[in-house]
């Protein structure tokens, strides 16, 4: 073997060992990215919830406050308050009325479903009873939820529509 090729396999083995040690620290970092996200995720630290249940995952939270976007046809900031510097909004800020108001919608919704829904659930349309869920604030979103009544505005309708007119939209009557 010339001195030459031997150098040549030395070094050819010596960049497959730093491609291993390369793929081993990415490997390494991804494993405790991936762990970090994963805690945090897991144990959001909400500041100032007094009817969603403390340990709601963010996941959770998520799907109600874009419920109540989706109800009231409003975008967050109609209930959260800008934040001091201006950019953004401070969630756990209980400044703006609407998102007071909203409090107590939500728990007239538990009110309702749990303590007079859940009393004839036996004797309604099993159609509308969703998979059941125990945890309090899960009642918000069964049988009358802010869509019931919001159907996409902050102010429902509370008169019903007119009646159509007399005769109109009557086929007109062969003399
Ligand atoms: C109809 C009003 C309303 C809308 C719209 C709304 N929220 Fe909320 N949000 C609330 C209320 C009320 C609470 C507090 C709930 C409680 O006390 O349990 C809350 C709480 C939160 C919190 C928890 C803050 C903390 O740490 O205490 C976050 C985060 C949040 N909302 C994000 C959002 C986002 C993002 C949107 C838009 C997609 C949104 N909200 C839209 C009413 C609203
Ligand atoms: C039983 C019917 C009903 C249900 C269910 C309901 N609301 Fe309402 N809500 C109303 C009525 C009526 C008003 C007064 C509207 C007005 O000012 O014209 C109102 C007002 C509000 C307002 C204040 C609007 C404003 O700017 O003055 C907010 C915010 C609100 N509701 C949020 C909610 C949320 C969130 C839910 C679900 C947790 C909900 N509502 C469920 C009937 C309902």
Request: aromatic share 8%; proline share 7%.
């Amino acid at each position: 073997m010339s001195e030459h090729f031997a150098k040549k396999i030395y070094f050819r083995h010596k960049v497959e060992t730093m491609k291993k040690s390369v793929l081993i620290t990415i490997g390494v970092c991804i494993a405790i990215f991936s762990l970090q996200a994963f805690t945090t995720y897991d144990r959001p630290e909400w500041k100032n919830l007094h009817v969603l249940p403390q340990d709601i995952s963010k996941d959770g939270l998520d799907s109600v406050m874009h419920s109540f976007t989706r109800s009231l046809g409003v975008k967050c900031g109609y209930c959260h308050a800008r934040s001091d510097d201006g950019k953004g909004l401070n969630f756990p800020s209980d400044a703006k009325p609407e998102k007071q108001i909203a409090r107590k919608m939500m728990e007239m919704c538990i009110d309702i479903n749990k303590n007079h829904f859940v009393q004839i659930e036996e004797a309604m349309d099993k159609s509308m009873v969703p998979p059941s869920d125990t945890t309090a604030s899960s009642y918000m979103l069964k049988y009358v939820t802010c869509y019931t009544c919001h159907h996409g505005s902050p102010h429902p309708d509370n008169k019903p529509p007119m009646e159509p007119e007399q005769g109109m939209g009557q086929a007109p009557q062969p003399k």
